[in-house]
Every structure is written in structure tokens, then in C-alpha cells.
């Protein structure tokens, strides 16, 4: 989908779907210029009080998230999160619910002879309140393996408040129907079949009091909410696709939030470890929460010594902060990193990734929240230069800039401050997303003046909108796309080498990008102008890039 991260305009705001099926996004064709993904975008992993599982859920307010996932619930730090999270200025939310042995609800629709049609909850847990309803409306004396059925879902037991139905019109038991019963409800987001299909039809259900209209069967009271979560749960299985692994491609985020596993309990390194890898296959940053104990700035600076994680995927918000708690009545403290989402989400709408005063200093926390303990001038400093960014209740007089948590570590300097790391990965993730129709052409020539005249279309918009202030007009950036990165022995395929310096002249970030039928892989290159390169510049016929990325990548 074209967005745009220019000014962080976001999408429409419209939900997603719930049910399965075919969704259509529309992204660049050849002979259109590539669109700037959003860029401020949060996904989260976490315990919900309902909702479906192990699938991800775009939300865009506080309200989406109660009427999908059940709103707030003590158990659920991820409820809290989410809450922070929209109040301080978050605009878009991917939310995947995990369980630790949860298990449905059951409805059994009684048959006339023999055991019932039993069906249970597609979402697991207490609050998932259903009730079906059978006639035979409309049918034919002689089907007499056909009856009609209907499925809601209810804000309570007892209320005649549906916040969901599916109709299934003239269902069968009959095992050679097309309209079996079991087909039907292959594609239902409510239930699902339980057991085996009777071979005689459900019976009617009705009131018993002579009125017309149907009654309903209410489902059982044995859903259960399952335990609470465990590192394996949040990391869950990349071949089943469960936990962090519930997101796929076309599942687009920037910031991955873990709140904790519960209140006292936060995420193992385990979990860190595989959503920082996840982060970077994603081109994404993962929201590192401190730990509770680090109290005051000083105890901050003393754990990072023990801290032993550091990447220029990920971002750390010190202190924790401050929020009411509307279900125990009384401020209690939280982790940051959901708050400080929606606050850079917040301030992308206000001035792009590039601007030099990309502080965290410059979005004080709204009101309902405040950090819980006050961070004086020097420490912040202190704190940044560590790679650790400090919240404010109140704008601060001087700008200290974001950092990742890499620090010194940073595999390119430039990569040591937040906005210019969310630059490279919004310019990456844009160039990818963009540059799919080559997979749908011919390789060859025309191709590749096509891809290498799209891509260098992309970063010239980037230059004027004045994203390289620090490097002379037109050559800011380069992109090659022809014999020298396209081997003859590459059977096929097409690879694209393009990059850009951001903030001084001649220090260039770089990637190769190829597209496949394997699929495609994006390879970070670094470009040594004085190796292998003659003094040239990158887009001169005879730079040797062919040498270079032989020496890198063994292309």
C-alpha cells in the first residue's frame, strides 16, 4: 500500500477484516513511482482477555482493542500497553494474542436421536459469549438433512446486545452435500466443529411458548482463560506461525513492543533474542523496556553495564512511568516502551525521520501520564550517550538526540541516532515493497534501466524533500542496476545496488537488493570509495562494483 513516512501519514484508519480469506494491497507497478511506507506503526504480543490467536489484528484506537480484545483485564499487561500507547499518541496498532492453555467455549445443538451437533469457540477464554439458533425456514419438506443456522456473539450472557453473527443458509449433514455443515464452517470466524457431524439434521430451537420466532442455545460455561504466559508462548513456532512468529510479510510494523509477562514478570533474554532478529528481518525496532529495579539515573548507568544486549535495532525509554489504573483505582507504574511508541508516532506527524532534532525531549508525555522519577540535564546526556533515551513530563530546554540502544556499537555511526535509523529502514522497506513487479518481467536490459530509473526516482524525491541536508545536490545518493551487479551466471532473478549519505558527504549507506524466485534478500554493502573504486563515484559507468561485491557477498 503507498504510504507515506514523509509527514507519518498513516492509513485510512479503516479495520481490517477478521475473517480468512484473499486481501488485496496495491504497491508500485513498473511504471509508477514507489510510495514511502508508514513508519510508525506498533506491533504487539501479549495475553488478552479474548479475541482470536496467534493472528494479527490491525487496531487504530483504544476502542478497536475493547471491542476485539475485551479492553482492559489485570492479567493483561499488554491491555495496559495498548491503552498507554493510543493515549499518548499512537494512531496504528498490529495486535497478536497469545494463550498459555486456554480453551474454548462449546455450544451442542440438540438432535431429535443420537448426540448433538457440538461446535466450540474459534477464541478461547470465559468471555467469549455465544449462542446459535436452528429453523428450517424456507426449505423444502423433502431435505430433510437441511435446517438453517445462526451463530452470534454476545456482549453478556442474557443480552440482546450482538456484537457478531454468521448465517449459514440451508447447512447440511448430508456427508455428499456441497453445503455440508463442515464446509460451511471451515471459513467461520466464530466456531468451529467439534466431534463428529450427526447424520441427523439439529433440531428446532424455539421458546416452548407458542411464539414464532426462534430461541437460542447459549454456549457453556467451560471456556478457560488458560495461565500466564511464558517465554515460549511470546516466542512461539516459526513453522506453525504462533507467537512473534504470527506476523508475516505483508503484516507491515515499525516499533514491536513486549509488554511484560506479567506484572512482576518481564521477558526473558530469550524473547529479546529472537525479536531482535525478527526486527531485523522486518526492517522494524524493538522497544526494550529497563528493567524495574533501575530506579534513578544513576542505577540506570550501573545495569547497562550488566545489560549485555545491544543493537542498532532497538531502543530503550528510561524512566518507567506513571499511569491510573482504572480497574485498581490508583496510579501504578508501567514500562515505557508502549507509551514512547506513541509518542514518536505522535511526533512523525509534526517533522520527518531526517530533522537533526530528533529528541525525545521534544514529545513530553501528555497528561494521565508522568515518568516516575526525574531526570536531570546531565544524566540525560549521560543516558543518550549510553544509547538510552529519556521521557519527560515537560519539554526540556535542551535537545539531546535519540539514540538506538547500540551506543558506540553501532555498525555505521550514523546508525547510533534513532531518525536516522528509522530513515535507512523506511527507505529499505519502501524500495522492497515497491520493486515486487520485477518479479513478474523478463530479466534483461530493459528491466534493468527500469528498476535502477524507479529506484533513483525514490531517492531523488528523498533529496529535495531534504532528507541529505550535509551532502551536495545530486550526489546525495546512486542506484545500479545493470551487467556489473547482474552476473550472466545468475540464472535468475535481478539485483539492484542503490544507497545514500545521509549526513556527510562520500560515507554511504548502501544495500543490495535482490528479487527471485526464491524470494527476496536485502544485503547491507559497505562502499569503500578508496577500494576497489579508483576515486570514482558509485554512479560512474566504471566504478568496480562488480569487484566489490564479489570481496562482500560473494555475488
Not at 482470536?52 to 487504530?60: D, E, F, H, Q, W
Not at 578508496?530 to 562488480?546: K, N, Q, S, T
Amino acid at each position: 500500500m503507498l504510504l507515506s513516512f514523509l509527514q507519518g501519514k498513516g492509513t485510512s484508519g479503516l479495520r481490517e477484516r477478521l475473517t480468512p480469506g484473499i486481501h488485496v494491497a496495491i504497491e508500485a507497478g513498473a511504471g509508477q513511482a514507489i510510495g514511502r511506507v508508514a513508519t510508525a506503526t506498533a506491533a504487539f504480543v501479549g495475553r488478552a482477555l479474548r479475541g482470536p490467536v496467534n493472528r494479527p489484528v490491525l487496531i487504530t484506537c483504544f476502542a478497536d482493542f475493547q471491542d476485539v480484545f475485551g479492553g482492559l483485564w489485570q492479567p493483561s499487561p499488554l491491555s495496559y500497553a495498548i491503552e498507554q500507547y493510543f493515549e499518548n499518541g499512537g494512531r496504528e496498532a498490529r495486535v497478536v494474542r497469545v494463550v498459555n492453555g486456554g480453551r474454548p467455549a462449546t455450544l451442542a445443538m440438540p438432535v431429535p436421536h443420537g448426540p448433538p451437533l457440538t461446535l466450540e469457540a474459534c477464541c478461547p477464554g470465559t468471555r467469549e459469549f455465544l449462542r446459535a439458533a436452528v429453523d428450517y425456514d424456507n426449505i423444502p419438506a423433502t431435505e430433510v438433512d437441511s435446517f438453517n443456522l445462526v451463530v452470534q456473539r454476545v456482549r453478556a450472557p442474557g443480552s440482546e446486545h450482538v456484537e457478531d453473527q454468521e448465517i449459514y443458509a440451508r447447512a447440511s449433514v448430508a456427508p455428499d452435500s456441497p453445503r455440508h455443515v463442515s464446509l460451511l464452517l471451515a471459513d467461520s470466524a466464530l466456531v468451529s466443529l467439534r466431534g463428529p457431524v450427526p447424520l441427523e439434521r439439529p433440531a428446532l430451537t424455539h421458546r416452548g411458548d407458542g411464539r414464532a420466532f426462534a430461541s437460542y442455545v447459549n454456549s457453556s460455561p467451560d471456556g478457560d482463560d488458560g495461565g500466564p504466559l511464558t517465554d515460549y508462548d511470546l516466542i512461539g513456532s516459526a513453522t506453525a506461525h504462533t507467537g512473534l512468529f504470527a506476523f508475516r510479510d505483508e503484516d507491515a510494523f515499525n516499533f514491536l513492543c513486549l509488554p511484560p509477562l506479567t506484572r512482576d514478570t518481564p521477558a526473558g533474554p530469550s524473547v529479546l533474542l529472537v525479536a531482535k532478529r525478527l526486527c531485523r528481518e522486518r526492517r522494524a525496532m524493538l522497544m526494550v523496556d529497563p528493567p524495574a529495579d533501575w530506579i534513578t539515573p544513576a542505577a540506570a548507568l550501573a545495569g547497562l553495564r550488566q545489560f549485555h544486549f545491544a543493537s542498532d535495532d532497538a531502543l530503550m525509554y528510561f524512566p518507567w512511568i506513571q499511569a491510573y489504573d482504572r480497574l485498581r483505582g490508583r496510579f501504578e507504574n508501567f514500562p515505557p516502551g508502549a507509551a514512547a511508541a506513541g509518542m514518536l508516532a505522535r511526533l512523525e506527524g509534526a517533522r520527518p525521520l531526517w530533522n537533526a532534532v530528533d529528541c525525545a525531549e521534544d514529545g513530553p508525555l501528555r497528561p494521565g501520564l508522568r515518568p516516575s522519577c526525574v531526570v536531570a540535564e546531565e544524566w540525560r546526556a549521560r543516558l543518550a550517550n549510553a544509547g538510552v533515551n529519556t521521557l519527560q513530563a515537560v519539554r526540556a530546554r535542551k535537545a539531546v538526540r535519540a539514540r538506538t540502544l547500540a551506543g558506540a556499537r553501532a555498525s555505521m555511526p550514523d546508525w547510533r541516532y534513532l531518525g536516522l535509523r528509522r530513515l535507512a529502514l523506511g527507505v529499505v522497506e519502501s524500495v522492497v515493497r515497491g520493486t515486487h513487479w520485477v518479479l513478474f518481467e523478463a530479466a534483461g536490459p530493459e528491466l534493468w534501466w527500469r528498476l535502477q530509473t524507479q529506484v533513483g526516482e525514490f531517492l531523488a524525491a528523498l533529496e529535495q524533500d531534504g532528507a541529505f541536508p550535509a551532502v551536495p545536490p545530486r550526489q546525495a545518493w546512486f542506484s545500479i542496476c545493470d551487467e556489473r551487479v547482474n552476473p550472466q551466471r545468475q540464472l535468475a532473478g535481478v539485483n539492484v545496488l542503490f544507497g545514500y549519505a545521509a549526513t556527510r558527504e562520500g560515507e554511504w549507506q548502501c544495500w543490495l537488493l535482490s528479487h527471485g524466485p526464491q524470494g527476496t534478500r536485502v544485503q547491507q554493502v559497505s562502499l569503500n570509495r578508496l577500494h576497489g573504486a579508483g576515486g570514482r563515484p558509485p554512479m560512474d559507468p566504471e566504478f568496480d562494483v562488480a569487484t566489490l561485491l564479489h570481496e562482500q557477498l560473494r555475488v
